[in-house]
């Protein structure tokens, strides 16, 4: 008790004084010290108890992972000859949250190849969550089928997982018809069906459900409103996401966060409206970050203003020195207006300092198996087949009249090299590996770890229509199905 309370000096004191110590209260000991963060300490105990059970074990594991020791908790667990459902759950929950998703999912595999060991609630929805973040949907479906195949329960918390995997992995439908099925609803069953709208442009739909969520009277969260704004910035709803933004604290008492903040200057400096925007962050309660300016950065970009701009600039260098994104900005924004000296001379600093892009990142899933691609990737099995698949694509994009957009590559290489630089875009290798090793008409699906870029968009516009699929991406923001030369998004992203 007195861990839990915080008061750790009174436990181990306690914990001393004891006349004789159990397995138990060995336990309460390991699993207060790594609650507390001290997982040194922790395993200084753990190693010199003599008896140990599967609990301490597993405790240890976990105490890991929280603190983000994923390979000493994994080495623990090789360690382990004999272990229980709550060990396994203890790593596959360990890789989960240290966002280590593939390694969930493998071990998650290598569990269910492990005869008697039954997976429960809380194995599936580690799982869940890392197939939700892979856009892994064959795996998802599969544990789906698992759940209602082995009679179990549609708790609240593996309903919720479920649904928020599908939301995820693009199917909204089936998202719906697990919440729908679900006995028990919370606010975050709501907001995960709100947000997942929100993410297919589908506003109207999350702002009806926003209403039913409150007539039910569940309590909105700041992630409900944060799924309700996102919408708002997906269709272009300026007005309607002003006014929510506005009741989030005058109706339901929630402070707005900084994500909030940058969600409203998105969605007006997307409108055009940069003064507001502006404005809106000079009389921000909290500091303003990089997410923040980069919002209005992008409406400057869209909108041509390159005085605000610069300004824009220097605030996001001064939080971040190595923001790439500015640097590309400025430099572009020297290119079109003639000024190539100082293009190149913004291109130099930003090599000399260091400053690297975040690797663009897309996974499709084939056959049960999620497959990597990073720009540019050639350490695929299959890379020469892809590498023949993109250059077929490149010459029917040709044809159908698509020109590549050059402009945003750096610019001291010639037309011909940018445009293979375009080519070994992540997006592009993995839809190339999807035509190749799924059958024709299946729908393709990627998941990115980035904005999806401009020439990319426009080529899978191209592509769906050349080779009769639909295509599916997640992006870091939103959801866009490709048909037949048009994208669901209608070019607004
Ligand atoms: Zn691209
Ligand atoms: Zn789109």
Not at 168 to 196: N, P
Request: with cysteine; charged share 25%.
């Amino acid at each position: 008790m007195y861990f839990k309370l915080g008061y750790f000096w009174v436990a181990q004191k306690l914990f001393d004084d004891m006349p004789t110590r159990d397995v138990v209260s060995w336990n309460t000991l390991v699993s207060g010290l790594c609650t507390n963060g001290d997982v040194d300490k922790a395993r200084k105990v753990f190693n010199g108890m003599v008896e140990k059970s599967l609990v301490t074990w597993s405790t240890m594991i976990s105490g890991y992972a929280r603190v983000g020791k994923v390979e000493d908790a994994k080495r623990l667990f090789d360690e382990m000859t004999n272990r229980n459902v709550v060990c396994w759950n203890a790593m596959i929950a360990g890789y989960t949250q240290n966002e280590r998703y593939g390694d969930a999912i493998e071990l998650f595999r290598k569990m269910q190849e492990i005869g008697g060991m039954r997976s429960n609630d809380a194995t599936l929805v580690s799982v869940l969550s890392a197939c939700a973040h892979l856009g892994a949907l064959d795996l998802g479906k599969w544990i789906h089928r698992f759940i209602r195949g082995s009679a179990m329960e549609l708790s609240l918390f593996l309903g919720n997982a479920l649904a928020d995997m599908y939301a995820k992995c693009g199917c909204i439908r089936e998202a719906m018809l697990v919440f729908d099925a679900m006995k028990k609803r919370d606010a975050i069953s709501w907001t995960i069906i709100i947000t997942g709208l929100a993410m297919h442009g589908r506003a109207n739909e999350a702002f009806g459900f926003f209403c039913e969520m409150i007539g039910c009277g569940a309590k909105p969260t700041d992630v409900t409103f944060m799924g309700l704004l996102t919408a708002c910035t997906h269709a272009g709803l300026v007005d309607r996401g002003l006014k929510h933004f506005d009741m989030m604290d005058k109706v339901y008492g929630i402070t707005p966060k900084v994500e909030h903040y940058g969600c409203v200057v998105d969605l007006l400096s997307r409108a055009g409206r940069l003064d507001e925007a502006e404005n809106l962050i000079s009389s921000m309660p909290v500091k303003p970050n990089v997410k923040v300016w980069g919002a209005l950065l992008g409406g400057c970009r869209i909108y041509k203003d390159s005085d605000r701009g610069e300004n824009v600039v220097q605030q996001i260098l001064e939080l971040d020195s190595d923001h790439s994104g500015s640097y590309i900005y400025l430099a572009n924004l020297y290119a079109s207006t003639g000024r190539l000296d100082d293009a190149v001379k913004c291109r130099l600093r930003m090599r000399d300092s260091g400053v690297t892009k975040m690797p663009g990142c897309s996974w499709i899933e084939v056959d049960n198996m999620v497959h990597e691609f990073f720009m540019g990737d050639l350490s695929h099995p299959q890379s020469e087949k892809i590498s023949s698949m993109i250059r077929e694509l490149q010459q029917k994009l040709k044809l159908a009249g698509y020109k590549p957009k050059t402009d945003l590559v750096i610019h001291n290489v010639d037309e011909e090299e940018k445009e293979d630089a375009l080519f070994t875009h992540s997006e592009k290798l993995a839809i190339a590996f999807g035509l190749i090793s799924t059958r024709e008409g299946t729908t393709i699906r990627i998941v990115k770890n980035l904005r999806i870029c401009d020439d990319c968009h426009g080529a899978i516009k191209i592509i769906s229509k050349i080779v009769h699929r639909e295509i599916i991406v997640r992006d870091r923001s939103r959801f866009h199905h490709f048909e037949n030369g048009k994208c669901s998004c209608n070019d607004y992203w």
